[in-house]
């Protein structure tokens, strides 16, 4: 059964760089699929935040857009996430999570991390 | 951006009670519309999408109907372990979410 599980440091300053990676196990990351992120605060609840497909070929929610890069390594079957410039705003669970073959919903997902921005 | 609104922000329900929750669309998104429900510690489970096709393994407990601006989702029987927030979401036009609704016990 295909897993996710994200890593990475659960504390970023204010205005630095959020850098999260999705490992996938039991799963070629190269079937066609799209991999995204996922963020879920108090605030806003649940907000994507971009996707990636194993070509290379990236979507980013237009908010986000000029901050986020998302990026994959198929050798290490995983996927990536920056986000720079972070905020008290951008404190929140982060998930990685696989999109549905054909249609943009997501059909599993990583247990989450969460992420503090504090200096 | 496609604005979802999901209605009641919290549901009481006695157990074996059903739940009926609601999600509307700010503009037509066809049938592009999943629910999830969430659940603290654990990874969000998908339970319907393109509105009303149940995911891999989710019981018939769970229904979703409706299309263009409103949706429903209905949970028969409620079970404790049915207690839960639940999100929809669209897909017609990049990706977004309600606010959830968190349906409680009685």
């Known amino acids: 059964q295909l897993q996710l599980h994200e890593s990475g440091p659960g504390l970023v300053k204010p205005s630095e760089t959020l850098s999260l990676t999705c490992t996938v196990s039991?799963?070629?990351?190269?079937?066609?699929?799209?991999w995204g992120w996922i963020r879920q605060s108090p605030a806003k609840g649940l907000e994507w935040i971009g996707s990636?497909?194993?070509?290379?070929?990236?979507y980013y929610s237009p908010p986000l857009k000029s901050r986020v890069t998302i990026s994959i390594d198929t050798s290490k079957n995983q996927f990536s996430l920056n986000l720079n410039s972070v905020t008290a705003a951008d404190a929140a669970v982060y998930y990685c999570?696989?999109?549905?073959?054909?249609?943009?919903?997501?059909?599993?997902w990583g247990q989450g991390t969460v992420v503090t921005v504090s200096s | 951006e496609i604005v979802m609104t999901q209605s009641p922000g919290t549901l009481s329900v006695s157990p074996g009670e059903s739940a009926t929750l609601s999600c509307r669309a700010s503009q037509d998104v066809s049938n592009y519309l999943a629910w999830y429900q969430l659940k603290p510690g654990q990874a969000p489970r998908l339970l319907i999408h393109d509105a009303s096709t149940r995911a891999t393994g989710i019981p018939t407990k769970f229904s979703g109907s409706g299309s263009g601006t409103d949706f429903t989702l209905t949970i028969s029987s409620l079970q404790s372990e049915d207690f839960a927030i639940y999100y929809c979401q669209q897909y017609r036009i990049w990706r977004t979410f309600g606010q959830g609704t968190k349906v409680e016990i009685k």
């Open positions: 990636i497909y194993h070509t290379g070929l990236t």
């Open positions: 999570a696989r999109e549905i073959a054909g249609r943009h919903a997501f059909d599993f």
């Open positions: 039991d799963y070629s990351i190269t079937n066609s699929y799209y």
